[in-house]
């Protein structure tokens, strides 16, 4: 397989990694809408659970599998027969099916976690990865913790993997650790070393611990990887894995730096996202980039005024291009007179001069004690202007 390729592979696992946080399990019907608008997005890989986790999370993968045709369907397994029998089973259905193994390669996990040495790991690693390609051709191995792993012994896994026929190597960032030169050079440096490493796809999977999730991936990216783990909302373990809709957009917006794409259909970002909150029931955070209520909401005055004339000069993509609703200038303590005028206007109440003077008055009052101002406050402030009562409307 060729590194030199521009295309990314988006694999997207909020219903693994994302759906095993605290307060976002999904049952198998929540599942399944889900993944199917995982499908209509565009992602190439869903990786729809871990089946030896619980008999829920089997049936749930069974589901996906059976219903959704076009991705590739993911099941994780740790190198251990049973999981990957597991894991196999589930994904029986699947037109096609990736079985995706794992086990930690860090001296720390090893001792501390496992209590294996790493002759043992190595040995597991060979025995399920070719286990796993027993029932596919599609076998994904990922090295947890390998950010933290010893660099030399990391090579051999990853040589070893490939020989036994691992055809994508995941090297996660387990615990958010790294920081993105660190990142890109990582992958640069295995990529370079391990003789049979054009042989199979580079992944990354970054944890947000730091912040850095989304800036990491993209550092990899940079280092050699062709695929990306992420998830909608950036929902993961802990502090979460990296945004999918942030990769997306930074790939799509910094073309000039970042010259790759993917399939992502991005005008169903904002559903997809609305649709996992609700499911969930979990609110997106409102200044969530690209997805979040604030991402293309402007309440100060001069932003108000320089997209009222050219939305270039505050927007760096459009609303539409990520499927948000369009023309949010929002009115508030904050805002400018030409965005409240634009708004009377917008509702068919053309302000004179004085007119729009003590419209504006009233808004910014308002503002003091409310958080933002509709449509029906500007009608009622406008009538009571144009009655010649005083402008000012309760909050
Ligand atoms: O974070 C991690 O290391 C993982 C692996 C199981 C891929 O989620
Ligand atoms: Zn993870």
Do not use: W
């Amino acid at each position: 397989m060729s590194h030199d390729s521009t295309r990314i592979v988006v694999f997207d696992t909020t219903l693994r990694d994302g759906e095993q946080a605290p307060g976002f399990s999904m049952d198998v019907p929540s599942k399944l809408s889900m993944a199917r608008a995982l499908d209509a997005l565009g992602v190439d890989i869903i990786e729809a659970g871990f089946p030896i986790a619980s008999p829920a999370d089997a049936e749930a993968t069974r589901q996906v599998a059976l219903e959704v045709r076009r991705p590739v369907i993911a099941a994780l397994a740790r190198c251990r027969p049973k999981d990957i029998e597991e894991a196999a089973r589930a994904l029986e259905p699947a037109e096609r099916k990736r079985i995706h193994t794992f086990l930690a390669t860090s001296d720390l996990h090893l001792s501390a976690k496992l209590r294996i040495t790493r002759e043992q790991c190595l040995e597991a690693i060979v025995d399920n990865v070719s286990r796993a390609r027993n029932f596919t051709d599609d076998v994904e191995f990922s090295a947890e913790d390998a950010t933290r792993s010893d660099r030399d012994f990391l090579c051999r896994v990853v040589e070893a993997a490939i020989k036994n026929g691992a055809t994508t190597i995941n090297l996660p960032d387990t615990v958010g650790y790294g920081v993105p030169d660190e990142t890109r050079a990582f992958f640069a440096d295995i990529i370079g070393r391990v003789p049979n490493s054009d042989k199979a796809i580079f992944s990354t999977h970054c944890h947000d611990d730091l912040g850095l999730a989304v800036a990491n991936s993209l550092a990899a990216i940079d280092g050699g990887v062709r695929q990306v783990e992420c998830t909608i909302n950036g929902i993961g373990e802990r502090a979460g894995n990296a945004s999918l809709e942030e990769i997306v957009m930074a790939l799509r917006v910094r073309q000039d730096r970042l010259p790759y794409d993917t399939a992502i259909n991005t005008p169903l970002l904002f559903e997809t996202s609305q649709l996992l909150s609700k499911l969930t029931s979990e609110p997106v955070q409102s200044n969530k980039a690209i997805v979040g209520r604030n991402a293309f909401a402007h309440e100060a005055g001069i932003h108000q005024d320089g997209m009222l004339k050219d939305s270039r000069t505050y927007e760096i993509m459009r609303p539409a291009d990520v499927g948000q609703p369009s023309n949010q200038l929002v009115l508030g303590r904050h805002s400018g007179r030409h965005a409240v005028g634009q708004r009377a206007e917008h509702l068919g109440l053309t302000l004179t001069q004085d007119e729009l003077a003590q419209v504006y008055h009233a808004v910014v009052t308002m503002g003091e004690h409310r958080k933002s101002i509709g449509d029906n406050d500007i009608r009622r402030i406008v009538e009571r202007v144009r009655s010649g009562q005083t402008a000012e409307v309760a909050g």
